[in-house]
């Protein structure tokens, strides 16, 4: 038994090392940074400053962290309902029975998930939201309508944005939904009918909760990732040399503009560090809630 320990400590030092090496090291290191004044002035011979980023983050008028946090949760609520709805409803179209090509109609969805997020973000920048040249644009001229400028402001910039949003996670919500569609037995829907349940009582007391299961961790891992987005509101609205106009921060973009623009370290690390709190939160919340659901 001893030397089956022993093996098994040689086996778990290197991988335990890696771990605290990647990601517990980089931790610490901006908790402590967060701790501390450093920034492009202070670079070599910064000092303890304690909470003070903390507070100045949260009691500092126009810091923009609460307004940053306020837009992301908007954000993140926004595109999630929207995702989880839009995309039910093409997965249920997807699956009338007699529709021809269907398959076709799935890889075809499958193109806005997989092109690179780069790329697609500034192929809607230049060819839809362009003032001058952009599709919508010519449409509207066509249409004898004036040409809108749709990042200039803040409220056509997070509409512009969840739209893109949207064209972009879609498919992947749809495939999900679309998968547990089909481990749904169709017995369930034939007694429905019978019973003379229509097309909304058979997704309600259906549908949706033979696909929870399935569906609440695709769910839980897109709302994540919704919540850290950064490429899309970075670069259609404040990548250098193209500013938009609009003054949209969600919490990632307000960090990164810290860190990278203004050069505060300290004031960056600790919004780091209030992020990687909130997703701990949400994440043993979301956790708790599907434990006990599968109970």
Request: charged share 10%.
């Amino acid at each position: 038994m001893k030397r089956k320990k022993k093996a098994a400590w040689l086996y778990l030092t290197p991988a335990l090392i890696l771990i605290g090496l990647i990601i517990v090291f980089p931790i610490l290191y901006t908790g402590y940074i967060s701790l501390t004044n450093m920034n492009l002035f202070h670079w070599n011979n910064y000092s303890f400053v304690g909470l003070e980023n903390y507070k100045r983050a949260f009691a500092k008028a126009d810091s923009g962290f609460l307004a940053a946090i306020g837009v992301t949760l908007l954000w993140t609520l926004v595109n999630m309902v929207l995702q989880v709805v839009i995309a039910y409803f093409i997965a249920l179209g997807l699956n009338v029975k007699g529709l021809k090509a269907n398959r076709v109609y799935k890889t075809l969805l499958m193109f806005p998930w997989a092109m690179p997020a780069y790329v697609s973000i500034l192929l809607w920048r230049v060819c839809m939201y362009n003032t001058e040249f952009g599709l919508l644009n010519q449409i509207l001229e066509k249409l004898g309508l004036e040409k809108l400028n749709y990042l200039s402001s803040n409220v056509p910039a997070f509409v512009s944005c969840t739209i893109l949003n949207l064209w972009m996670a879609l498919p992947f919500m749809i495939m999900m939904i679309d998968g547990a569609l089909q481990s749904v037995d169709r017995s369930f829907y034939e007694s429905a009918r019978l019973d003379g349940a229509g097309f909304w009582k058979r997704n309600i007391y259906i549908t949706i909760p033979c696909i929870k299961p399935i569906l609440a961790p695709a769910v839980v891992m897109t709302t994540f990732t919704t919540f850290k987005q950064f490429d899309i509101v970075y670069l259609l609205t404040m990548q250098k040399g193209a500013l938009s106009g609009a003054s949209l921060q969600t919490i990632i973009t307000y960090a990164h503009q810290n860190a990278f623009v203004s050069n505060n370290y300290g004031l960056s690390s600790a919004v780091s560090m209030l992020i990687f709190v909130l997703i701990i939160i949400f994440s043993l919340y979301t956790n708790r809630g599907l434990k006990e659901e599968n109970q």
